[in-house]
């Protein structure tokens, strides 16, 4: 069963930086094929649905961020050990909530396949970090 368990959530300071990681494991790609996958970042403030907030391709050639996040996230991937990071700078306080990490195990050949952005498509669930950006 592939199990992902975030990390790196807590209190930051508004205009801080925030760094979250992601660790995936028990990943078994179908018989020869490259065990791209996607991943999403997924934000869900007090009384919110759950939003995407980046979901890129563990090839790393395809990314896509919300638009609250252009300009001030960085996200990293080391397929290798299947780790994941996503960095936050100037945080405000609508970035804070529980931060999950999610995978969509359609796999793929190519680091520059589209990830979906409809998280019924995210079957693999963290737990949660939860990030408070204070005053």
């Known amino acids: 069963q592939v199990q992902l368990r975030e990390s790196g959530g807590g209190s930051v300071p508004t205009g801080g930086s925030l760094t979250l990681s992601c660790a995936v494991s028990n990943v078994a790609a179908p018989g020869n094929r490259t065990p791209y996958y996607c991943i999403s970042w997924v934000r869900q403030g007090p009384g919110d649905e759950r939003k995407g907030v980046i979901f890129?391709?563990?090839?790393?050639?395809?990314?896509r961020r919300a638009p609250a996040l252009n300009g001030r996230s960085t996200s990293a991937v080391d397929f290798g050990n299947s780790i994941f990071v996503l960095q936050i700078h100037n945080v405000k306080p609508a970035d804070s909530g529980m931060y999950y990490c999610?995978?969509?195990?359609?796999?793929?050949?190519?680091?520059?396949?589209?990830?979906?952005?409809?998280?019924?498509?995210?079957?693999?669930w963290g737990q949660g970090t939860q990030v408070t950006v204070t005053p």
């Open positions: 999610a995978a969509d195990m359609r796999f793929y050949d190519t680091g520059f396949q589209a990830c979906s952005t409809d998280l019924r498509t995210y079957d693999y």
């Open positions: 890129l391709n563990t090839g790393g050639r395809w990314t």
